[in-house]
């Protein structure tokens, strides 16, 4: 026990410690925040006041009322996610000036300096070609010199290193005791690494050279790809597919599961809601098993589903009919009960049947809330079939993301995951949009 | 044999602790076709739950309803109610509302939409037909469930405190819109309320209960209702026996609820 608290104590101090690193660029978004804010409201200003109701309240600090969304701030924002983006990783999108500092790339040279035992020195200088990673490198044009020390060169790859056999070329090498003492005329050993001004120069201990081309403040593409890079990769596996399987083969499969899988747990729980709202023997039966499924996520069912039903869609299917079951039942037990008694006494006193009563007043009153939760069914849906394709799956967009992060296709991950953003978001607004049009007297009773 | 007649109505239940509540005893009424009874009483003398019985919503435990000579059992479409709010079914348009009671019965909505038309007239909605109910105000959704109850046919109207929930000024309007309905429908009308004034302007007969056990505690037949079927009720009101039947049932009222406060304090 106390081992397990000493542990995790020194994981907080970890995780203390990195957000006391983040916090330069927490503080310097914020900052951009209020400038960009002092900026619109100094516009606004200039362009003449609003005379709105809104804009003559004195209180607005604290009236709910008086804060509605801005939409310059969130152009503002949208817009500032993509520079920042394109800035941090040398976005053609984005004019040049933009740019954060990228690697270097090109051609420069540097010097050394070696000392024999005998403590002659003498000078050489080593050539430097830096190639953007899927350029063909092109190696220096130099003159090796004459001499016992010859000048060198190099070719590395930006964000790579490489060691340089100095003395590979020359006629005394490290064996006859010559090492190398200084760097562009700066004092060099095991310990300290020379700024080049284009890269760092450090030494092994075997006593090579290791150069390191400057990486400026942008993002390698491996790591965050270009805005850029991320839509070529839509377009082009839009069109070719990837892993011989198109986009909207990989989107068909993951809407397919979530929309029979909603389908079916809909198909299932309104009507196990509706008998747990109005029979007490049906709410006794399905309570306890409902209240105890309800808290368990449907990721953690995962691991159970495949091994019962493989990886297939059966299975898949049947993780999301679970995902959306017991959000319905739940949904359409609450519908149900919800009915004030007066609707239910005026319609059995206007002459209504049992059947009637359901069809025309329990029904119709439950709606709001069984759309409420198809609303949150397809959520928790969407974001289950994605999991579950990240687990095991032939196709799907989780499954794509997955299988192209072992590639490192870094831009591919990142469509995949926005694609999925916008599904979600495209799947929430269509909900609402279907509440609008067939409930629209939802929470107007 | 026409009319309502509540023969001896007791109603008895148990609590979980042991105890019991005797919410009725002994309610005898006879109400004659065409007659409006008005209801009165402190909270707890059990005026709701006499009407929940006679609209068959609960059972009695002694004595019997009657109507038109038959025993009453649950409810059915010969007892309307119109209750203070929502009761209104707001997926339904205000037209749909009111011929709820004859589209459950099957009549085609051909037939249905004349009465369903004139009612509407009659309440002064002839322009808001096609509005859904939540577009109206309080007082106009009152409108539409005395029309929807009527549309029905009943032979009784029970009325829940119906003009309760609203504001002054559109209660008065409603209190004249219920006697002129009284008047041309001739239907036998129970309101229960607990205005003093709505009791008196609006009751031909009036019934002050009394509570614990629930129980009628004096009646009176007041001829305020025939007045204002014709006058204007601020009119009715200056009438000489008004006020000091006012000021009579107050006091009773005042009296039962000073006594049921002292009885709490001893029982604590």
């Avoid at chain 1, 700024?195 to 120069?201: C, N, S």
């Avoid at chain 2, 309502?4 to 005893?25: C, E, H, T, W, Y």
């Avoid at chain 2, 001829?223 to 107050?250: C, M, S």
């Amino acid at each position: 026990m106390g081992q397990i608290v000493q542990d995790l104590s020194g994981e907080l101090a970890q995780l203390f410690l990195s957000i006391l690193g983040a916090l330069p660029f927490i503080l310097g978004y914020v900052a951009l925040i209020l400038l960009s804010m002092f900026i619109w409201t100094f516009l606004r200003a200039q362009m003449g006041r609003v005379r709105d109701y809104t804009s003559l309240k004195t209180v607005t600090f604290g009236d709910e009322s008086a804060v509605i969304s801005d939409k310059a701030a969130s152009v503002i924002s949208i817009v500032l996610i993509f520079v920042i983006w394109g800035a941090f990783t040398g976005s053609n999108w984005l004019p040049g000036p933009l740019h954060a500092p990228g690697p270097f790339v090109g051609e420069d040279a540097f010097t050394y300096t070696i000392e024999g035992p005998n403590g002659a020195q003498a000078d050489a200088t080593v050539y430097v070609s830096v190639h953007p990673q899927g350029v063909a490198p092109v190696p220096p044009e130099f003159d090796e010199g004459t001499g016992p020390i010859r000048n060198d060169s190099v070719v590395v790859q930006a964000y790579r290193s490489k060691l340089i056999s100095w003395d590979a070329n020359d006629d005394v090498t490290r064996d006859d005791g010559v090492k190398i003492v200084a760097v562009d005329g700066r004092a060099i050993d095991a310990d300290t690494d020379v700024d080049v001004g284009f890269g760092r120069v450090a030494l092994t201990d075997k006593g090579t050279l290791n150069f390191e081309p400057g990486q400026g403040w942008q993002m390698e593409n491996i790591w965050l790809p270009a805005p850029d890079s991320v839509w070529r990769r839509l377009v082009s596996v839009s069109a070719d597919g990837y892993q011989n399987v198109t986009l909207a083969e990989h989107l068909s499969y993951s809407l397919f599961r979530v929309i029979v899988g909603f389908a079916l747990g809909a198909l299932v729980g309104i009507p196990l809601g509706y008998a747990m709202g109005l029979s007490n023997w049906f709410r006794g039966w399905f309570d306890p098993i409902v209240e105890f499924m309800r808290p368990v996520p449907p990721l953690a069912l995962i691991p159970l589903v495949i091994i019962w039903a493989g990886i297939g869609e059966q299975g898949k299917i049947i993780l999301l009919f679970l995902a959306a079951l017991w959000i319905m039942a739940i949904g359409a037990r609450s519908g149900v009960s919800g009915v004030k008694i007066t609707k239910v006494h005026a319609a059995y006193s206007l002459g209504a049947s049992k059947w009637q009563i359901l069809r025309h007043v329990i029904i119709p009153n439950s709606l709001p809330e069984i759309f409420t939760a198809a609303r949150v069914a397809m959520g928790v849906c969407w974001g289950t079939v994605v999991a579950a394709e990240l687990v095991a799956a032939e196709k799907g967009v989780g499954k794509m993301i997955v299988a192209a992060s072992k590639f490192q296709d870094t831009d591919i991950v990142l469509m995949g995951i926005i694609l999925i953003g916008i599904i979600g978001f495209g799947i929430d607004m269509l909900m609402r949009w279907a509440e609008r049009v067939l409930v629209p007297w939802k929470g107007k009773g | 044999m026409t009319g309502l007649v509540i023969d001896k109505l007791s109603m008895r239940f148990d609590l979980p602790n042991g105890g019991a509540v005797q919410a009725l005893q002994d309610v005898s009424l006879d109400l004659k076709q065409g007659e409006l009874l008005s209801v009165l009483g402190p909270s707890g003398c059990g005026k709701t739950t006499l009407l929940n019985i006679v609209a068959g919503f609960l059972a009695q435990t002694e004595g019997e309803v009657r109507l038109n000579g038959k025993t009453v059992h649950g409810p059915d479409a010969q007892r309307g109610m119109v209750f203070q709010q929502g009761a209104l079914f707001e997926w339904m348009s205000v037209r749909d509302n009111v011929s709820f009671g004859p589209d459950m019965k099957g009549t085609p909505k051909a037939e249905s939409r004349k009465t369903v038309d004139h009612l509407l007239n009659v309440v002064g909605l002839q322009d808001f037909k096609d509005k859904m109910v939540y577009e109206l105000s309080g007082g106009m959704q009152q409108r539409v469930a005395l029309a929807r109850c009527l549309a029905n046919d009943p032979d009784v109207i029970l009325m829940d405190e119906p003009l309760g929930a609203l504001d002054a000024l559109t209660r008065e309007k409603m209190q004249s819109l219920v006697l002129k309905l009284w008047k041309e429908t001739g239907k036998t009308i129970i309101l229960i309320t607990h205005s003093v004034e709505e009791a008196l302007l609006l009751g031909e007969r009036l019934v002050v209960m009394a509570p614990r056990p629930g129980r009628i505690h004096k009646e009176y037949r007041l001829p305020f209702a025939d007045l204002g079927v014709n006058a204007d009720l601020r009119e009715v009101k200056k009438h000489p026996d008004y006020n000091a039947t006012r000021e009579e049932i107050l006091n009773m009222i005042w009296n039962m609820e000073e006594e049921i406060m002292g009885r709490s304090e001893e029982t604590a």
